[in-house]
């Protein structure tokens, strides 16, 4: 098993430019989710899901979208970027969202907004 | 206002056992306690994650104080491997909430 994928590793952006962050699990997880990692800072929840068709704000939502067409991925989408959004981005999957589960994290996205 | 509180950094020695306090006092009763570590340029690893009694696994050991506003990560004999940062997490619900971590220097 590959576990969770995400791409690209790194990007660089113009303010305003648009981009899709990918994320993809091949452990038939249900519950997926995005965080951002800013220095000094722990992980931030931005949106999750907790299966096809079904998704939620987290802490920090704004400037974000995302959608859950197929259980495997769960991409974000950043329709305008902001130099604020630059950060490491990490998506990270469990098996149901069961409060007793651990979950499984991509190794990030590295995203800079000029 | 962050749910956990967390030293910045600590050391300690190879092979001595290392105990890295969270402070969680606005904790509710359905929040999880979950323990993740951060190696540079990964993302975070499952580590250990209880309710209300002490926990054991393979990888460390959880207390957590009987009220539930502290708890405790214990690694019993701490290798170079284990020097990645610490983060003390509450789940409620669907959403984690993570601490800003702790540093943790394993010196040879």
């Known amino acids: 098993n590959a576990g969770v994928t995400q791409t690209p590793k790194f990007q660089v952006l113009k303010t305003g430019q648009s981009m899709t962050l990918q994320c993809a699990q091949d452990?038939?997880?249900?519950?997926m989710s995005w965080y951002r990692q800013d220095p000094g800072m722990g992980l931030r929840l931005i949106h999750y899901?907790?299966?096809?068709?079904?998704?939620d704000q987290g802490e920090v939502p704004n400037g974000y979208n995302v959608s859950r067409s197929t259980t495997e991925d769960f991409p974000l989408r950043l329709l305008s970027a902001a130099p604020s959004q630059t950060s490491v981005y990490f998506c990270?999957?469990?098996?149901?969202?069961?409060?007793?589960?651990?979950?499984?994290f991509g190794s990030g996205t590295q995203l800079s907004v000029l | 206002d962050a749910k956990t509180t967390q030293p910045n950094s600590m050391e300690s020695n190879e092979e001595e056992p290392v105990h890295l306090p969270c402070n969680h006092s606005?904790?509710?009763?359905?929040?999880?306690i979950h323990w993740y570590r951060q190696l540079p340029s990964q993302g975070p690893e499952y580590v250990i994650h209880?309710?209300?009694s002490n926990v054991n696994n393979r990888m460390a050991s959880l207390a957590i104080a009987e009220d539930r506003k502290s708890s405790t990560l214990i690694l019993h004999r701490a290798t170079l491997r284990d020097a990645a940062v610490y983060y003390c997490?509450?789940?409620?619900?669907?959403?984690?909430?993570f601490g800003t971590g702790t540093s943790l220097t394993v010196i040879p």
């Open positions: 990270a999957s469990s098996y149901s969202g069961g409060l007793g589960e651990k979950l499984f």
């Open positions: 452990m038939n997880h249900e519950y």
């Open positions: 899901s907790v299966g096809a068709g079904i998704t």
């Open positions: 606005t904790i509710s009763g359905t929040d999880y």
């Open positions: 209880g309710l209300t």
């Open positions: 997490i509450l789940r409620d619900g669907n959403q984690f909430y």
